[in-house]
């Protein structure tokens, strides 16, 4: 199968795979091939302007509004056109993207409200003696897309004019295979939504297709299965550690652990910089909130800052630092991980820092006690909701109860769930692989469906 320059769903790599499985039998067939120019009206490019969110004019369709094999109308964005009439859309026009990373994707028009389209995008018109949705399902195939890739200029940025797009080849068949192939492809696309209509049959030539189809439907259903419970026993992982960490601090009257709240264990807290942060590599790198993941740092998409003497005192970090997420979603707000990377770091604004008195409290189980269950849900009932966040600020995050055995049996319970995590970490690591096998395995099978070796 070939390797498009753009991430395509689950469900548009099946629609392609059934087309390609159709359409590469009628090019092994010798069906004749015409010239796209032969099939619809000349093509016309976009209209250039600025897109608006407030209701100017017509609505303005562009390259990014292509997702899926459909279109959200309602997402659409806004445009003054003066003279509409020469980029209007109409249910089944074709829009083509000529430009970027997405080139040759293509849209059908089933229902267009009033719509001009942008100036990356080409609209052609299917003639007469030609379907739209056959010719769309054509433009679903790797016989379009290996034509596409061979027609597309420039490395920084890869298009195709409408001039070279009017050359396309496109297999010729008379109408009822037309009507065929399109109604099969449409009744895939719905069975990757959830339908259970079945497979409708195809005429000679094609008739053997649809067993080929059911057989990739098949095999492909049983690997996302495997993906599904793989990434499933993943979750199931991540929860019972916290049920573990929050099991630990049950009946700690019990035990003997010391009752009180997180600060009285704080020697220090802070908010991060609020300055604009840049992509300097020479200057501090600043931890930000998408950092913080699943109670780790992850340092893979950094920002930097340069920052002066008196920046530098209050915001770089100590090993044993507690960085938590002040402001997010309701369900990350509260989220936290410990600092224990080697070199100079600062932080932003959206994160507070708790420095702990670690004679007396382990960094790494007092953040593991605010990322468990326990924890969460004292920060979502203490949560400030505001318009599509949620905040927490310092004093009430130091006013969360916790309870605290001896820095012995502190160091204890760490080591323990250092032991967790090890286990946990082997379990993503075999899950990752297996998922690259079964990445490797769906080209594989389209490969041999491609082949009509199923």
């Known amino acids: 199968m070939l390797k498009l320059t753009f991430k395509q769903t689950p469900a548009e790599l099946m629609v392609r795979a059934a087309s390609t499985i159709i359409f590469n039998t009628l090019n092994q067939l010798h069906y004749p091939s015409v010239a796209l120019s032969e099939l619809a009206e000349n093509p016309q490019y976009g209209f250039t302007a600025s897109a608006s969110i407030e209701e100017v004019g017509a609505k303005f369709v562009r390259i990014t509004d292509l997702k899926d094999g459909g279109m959200n109308w309602d997402t659409v964005p806004y ?53 739209p949705e056959y010719l769309y399902s054509f433009f679903q195939s790797d016989a379009y897309w290996t034509q596409i890739l061979d027609e597309k200029e420039g490395s920084a940025q890869p298009n195709v004019n409408g001039q070279k797009l009017m050359k396309i080849l496109v297999p010729m068949v008379d109408s009822e295979i037309q009507s065929a192939i399109s109604n099969f492809l449409e009744v895939v696309r719905k069975r990757q939504d959830g339908s259970f209509e079945e497979l409708p049959e195809l005429p000679p030539p094609l008739e053997q297709q649809r067993r080929i189809m059911t057989r990739v439907e098949e095999l492909v259903g ?22 573990t960490i929050s099991h630990l601090f049950q009946n700690s ?20 910089t609020s300055e604009k942060t840049n992509d300097d590599k020479l200057a501090t ?18 920002k930097y800052l340069h920052l002066n ?3 530098r005192e209050r915001l770089l970090l100590k090993k044993g630092d507690i960085l938590v997420n ?54 979502f009932s203490e949560r400030k909701q505001m318009t599509g966040q949620a905040n927490v600020n310092a004093q009430k995050l130091k006013a969360m109860p916790i309870s605290l055995p001896s820095l012995s049996e502190q160091r204890r319970i760490v080591a323990y769930l250092d032991e967790l995590q090890t286990k946990k970490d082997t379990m993503k690591r075999m899950r990752e692989q297996a998922m690259k096998e079964l990445d490797a395995l769906l080209p594989s099978i389209l490969d041999k469906a491609f082949k009509g070796e199923l």
Not at 100 to 112: D, F, N, Y
């Open 79 to 131: 445009c003054k056109c003066d003279e509409p009439e020469k980029y209007l859309i109409y249910p089944n026009d074709i829009l083509f993207a000529r430009t970027g990373a997405t080139t040759g994707k293509t849209h059908l028009v089933k229902e267009a409200p009033y719509a001009v389209f942008a100036s990356y995008l080409i609209r052609i018109r299917p003639k007469p003696l030609v379907e």
């Open 253 to 272: 009257q019990e035990k003997a652990w010391i009752q009180g709240k997180l600060g009285d264990y704080v020697i220090d807290d802070c908010y991060g």
């Open 326 to 379: 002040r402001t997010n979603s309701a369900e990350l707000v509260g989220k936290c991980a410990v600092f224990e990377v080697e070199g100079e770091y600062a932080f932003a604004s959206y994160i507070i820092r708790l420095r702990l008195d670690q004679s007396k409290a382990e960094p790494r189980l007092v953040a593991a006690y605010i990322n468990s269950p326990s924890g969460r849900a004292y920060m």
């Open 309 to 311: 003497d008196k920046e």
């Open 285 to 302: 790198p600043i931890l930000r909130m998408g950092n913080i993941q699943k109670g780790c740092l992850d340092l893979r998409d950094l």
């Open 222 to 243: 049983k690997v996302e299965e495997v993906r599904s419970l793989r990434q499933q026993a993943l979750e199931e992982t991540e929860l019972l550690t916290g049920v």
